[in-house]
């Protein structure tokens, strides 16, 4: 069967310290990928999907970007944390039409 | 570009009284997905309706999509306080992306 990992599970770092944020699956070949962000109490924001080793797509122009090393690898990073990146950060995975997520990263900055 | 509304924001309901939250986008959609947040949790798959009209339950929970494929409604029957969560519809078009809504928050009093 397919899972996904995050790690860390949370995470506090001072503003404009850097930010690496990664996200394995499991069981599967040639997944897409997606990073959301959600903040708190609030709807998931789309900020990256991926469809293969390489391939980026950015859906908010922001201090963040995305890499995928690995078929089964996808990094979210920051050279600068901004006190607005604070937020439960998502993983998740395309099977047919559904998304499956991971348990999440959640960060704050201070 | 695609928008998904949501409403109501935020739910609170006695025990044993039903609960709808309602889901509306700005263009016409490929399916829609539903999607439950516990607490602290991350969002985990309940449904995807595909047909225009379509109707489908899981036990207390019945979910529709509009005729025109552009709105969607999540009722529960008799909640219970396990119902508590954060229920998200997610709208697709033909890209990768599903577009999600910002959230209907339930909270359930014993």
Same mark, same amino acid.
């Given at each position: &069967?397919?899972?996904?990992?995050?790690? /860390?599970?949370?995470?506090?770092?001072?503003?404009?310290? /850097? $930010?690496?944020?990664?996200?394995?699956?499991?069981?599967?070949?040639?997944? !897409? $990928?997606?990073?959301?962000?959600?903040?708190?109490?609030?709807?998931?924001?789309?900020?990256?999907?991926?469809?293969?080793?390489?391939?980026?797509?950015?859906?908010? /122009? +922001? !201090? $963040?970007?995305?890499?995928?090393?690995?078929?089964? +690898?996808?990094?979210?990073? &920051?050279?600068?944390?901004?006190?607005?990146?604070?937020?439960?950060?998502?993983?998740?995975?395309?099977?047919?039409?559904? +998304?499956?997520?991971? /348990?999440?990263?959640?960060?704050?900055?201070? | 570009?695609?928008?998904?509304?949501?409403?109501?924001?935020?739910?609170?309901?006695?025990?044993?009284?039903?609960?709808?939250?309602?889901?509306?986008?700005?263009?016409?959609?490929?399916?829609?997905?539903?999607?439950?947040?516990?607490?602290?949790?991350?969002?985990?798959?309940?449904?995807?309706?595909?047909?225009?009209?379509?109707?489908?339950?899981?036990?207390?929970?019945?979910?529709?999509?509009?005729?025109?494929?552009?709105?969607?409604?999540?009722?529960?029957?008799?909640?219970?306080?396990?119902?508590?969560?954060?229920?998200?519809?997610?709208?697709?078009?033909?890209?990768?992306?599903?577009?999600?809504?910002?959230?209907?928050?339930?909270?359930?009093?014993?």
């Amino acid at each position: &069967s397919q899972t996904i990992h995050q790690w /860390p599970a949370t995470l506090v770092q001072p503003v404009g310290s /850097p $930010l690496s944020l990664e996200c394995t699956v499991e069981g599967t070949s040639n997944p !897409n $990928l997606y990073w959301y962000r959600q903040a708190a109490g609030r709807g998931l924001q789309l900020l990256f999907y991926s469809v293969g080793i390489g391939q980026i797509s950015s859906e908010v /122009p +922001q !201090n $963040l970007s995305a890499s995928r090393p690995q078929d089964r +690898q996808f990094i979210l990073s &920051s050279k600068k944390l901004l006190l607005s990146d604070s937020g439960f950060y998502l993983c998740a995975w395309r099977q047919g039409e559904t +998304q499956y997520f991971g /348990p999440g990263t959640r960060l704050l900055v201070l | 570009g695609q928008q998904v509304m949501q409403i109501p924001q935020y739910q609170h309901v006695q025990e044993g009284e039903d609960f709808t939250t309602y889901c509306n986008s700005s263009t016409t959609l490929s399916n829609i997905q539903w999607y439950k947040q516990r607490p602290g949790g991350h969002p985990v798959f309940l449904i995807q309706l595909v047909k225009s009209g379509e109707v489908k339950k899981q036990k207390r929970l019945t979910f529709q999509f509009g005729e025109a494929k552009k709105n969607s409604s999540l009722h529960i029957t008799a909640t219970q306080t396990t119902d508590v969560g954060t229920y998200f519809c997610a709208g697709k078009d033909s890209s990768y992306k599903l577009i999600f809504g910002s959230g209907t928050r339930l909270l359930v009093r014993p």
